[in-house]
């Protein structure tokens, strides 16, 4: 054997990990995009995201212009103005980040200084993820609002209620006429109608769940079952499950009323084309990885679609049809969705809606273990 010769070490594999100040590293938790930049727009670090997004890793980006990521590097450039002047602690605006295949992603922009001179942090949130967000925080403001309107509701309605309603039982009672029973029965109805109207908004915010195993087919099928029974003829609910989803902890009655009360309204819609016998519900099961909804980010989630063929939400109603005594439908209470959202916010989840002629789609989001 060679004397000379010596087992030859492995080279050294290039560290993945960044030569960056700790305080950068919780950025690369974060899903929105961001950027550390100076005064002169020379990246500082990029996060994952913002890789992901640009189709660059950071060895590629950091160190280069963040300017000549933007359609408009210009008003990137009056905002680094306008902080090297102090003239705003944050700045917002629009603007399209040019990805390396050359397509433009729309982002919203912020622009903030940090409490370390000459650096600013630039947060692109993509409009899509924004204008969920901005949905998602609604939706929360709205259900908060909904409580308190029902309990106040409740207690501004159903005392009158009682008292009509035992006057004119009274009333009946003292009238000799039975024909004028009539208009004693009326109001007597319509007492109770709005009684149970009344009970139906608070109903979510009365009982505690029932918290139990559930299993999301196990409440499709009961749902399929029910609606098949009340529309037998002309319309085909079809089953698309990914069944690897595992169960989770939740209220299975309240869940199958969420799912029943989306259901239910997309068949009503469905009236004509099942008239003409091609009417279709689609039930759709799947897990969604790393996924962030209600400002939490989740490992794994549920994601439950009620898809139909119908002639979609209206317009005039599609940014409100989740609030109470909304409704499409000549006769409709307006409660069905409203209930629905409650039950499935109460899960840690929230429903959204996608909707033009022809195709009308309820997502349901609900996180898993």
């Not at 690897?244 to 239910?264: C, K, M, T, W, Y």
């Amino acid at each position: 054997m060679d004397k000379g010769w010596r087992p030859i070490s492995p080279s050294p594999m290039p560290s993945s990990r960044r030569p960056h100040p700790a305080r950068f590293q919780a950025f690369d938790l974060l899903v929105t995009l961001v950027a550390v930049i100076d005064e002169a727009a020379v990246v500082l670090f990029a996060n994952a995201a913002l890789e992901d997004a640009v189709g660059l890793s950071w060895r590629s980006i950091e160190g280069t212009s963040l300017q000549q990521y933007f359609a408009d590097g210009a008003t990137l450039r009056h905002a680094l103005q306008g902080a090297r002047g102090n003239e705003f602690a944050a700045l917002r605006y629009d603007a399209q980040l040019k990805r390396h295949g050359g397509e433009h992603l729309p982002v919203h922009v912020i622009v903030a200084q940090t409490e370390t001179p000459g650096e600013l942090v630039v947060e692109l949130l993509p409009l899509e993820q924004q204008a969920r967000q901005e949905r998602e925080e609604r939706l929360a403001e709205q259900a908060k609002a909904n409580k308190e309107l029902f309990r106040n509701l409740a207690h501004e309605v159903k005392n009158p209620l009682g008292g009509i309603r035992g006057a004119a039982q009274l009333l009946e009672m003292e009238i000799d006429d039975r024909a004028l029973h009539e208009y004693t029965q009326v109001i007597i109805h319509e007492s109770d109608r709005l009684q149970l109207l009344v009970d139906r908004l608070l109903a979510p915010h009365r009982h505690q769940p029932k918290v139990e195993d559930v299993n999301i087919h196990e409440v499709c099928e009961r749902v399929r079952a029910l609606v098949l029974a009340e529309f037998p003829r002309g319309l085909k609910v079809v089953r698309d499950y990914d069944t690897s989803i595992p169960d989770f902890r939740g209220d299975r009655e309240q869940l199958i009323q969420a799912v029943l009360n989306i259901v239910h309204n997309a068949a009503q819609a469905l009236a004509a084309r099942m008239a003409q016998g091609d009417a279709e519900i689609v039930l759709r099961t799947r897990v969604l990885r790393q996924v962030t909804f209600g400002k939490q980010r989740y490992r794994l989630a549920l994601e439950l679609h009620v898809i139909d063929n119908g002639p979609g939400v209206p317009d005039s109603i599609k940014d409100r049809v989740f609030a109470p005594l909304v409704s499409g439908r000549d006769g409709g209470s307006g409660l069905g969705l409203t209930l629905a959202q409650t039950f499935v916010q109460q899960h840690h989840g929230l429903i959204e809606l996608e909707s033009q002629p022809g195709r009308t789609d309820f997502r349901i989001l609900i996180p898993l273990p």
